[in-house]
């Protein structure tokens, strides 16, 4: 897998596990992802973000 790289610096980013999630008014733990060196961008890793937020919407789902 090809490293990521911010699109507006054009540089490798870091990769990072204390990135914080928004969602709605949930405080959520931090998620794993990549952070750019340079402006701070943040990617989160898209497979775990969905994973995180589904768990999250059957939880509030299920009551
Ligand atoms: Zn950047």
Do not use: F, T
Request: aromatic share 8%; net charge negative; with cysteine.
């Amino acid at each position: 897998m090809a490293n990521w790289m911010c699109s507006k610096c054009e540089v490798e980013v870091d990769k990072v596990d204390d990135i914080k999630i928004i969602y709605k008014d949930l405080d959520l733990p931090p998620a794993s992802g990549y952070r750019c060196p340079q402006c701070s961008v943040e990617y989160i890793d898209g497979e775990y973000a969905a994973n995180d937020l589904a768990s999250v919407e059957e939880m509030l789902e299920g009551k």
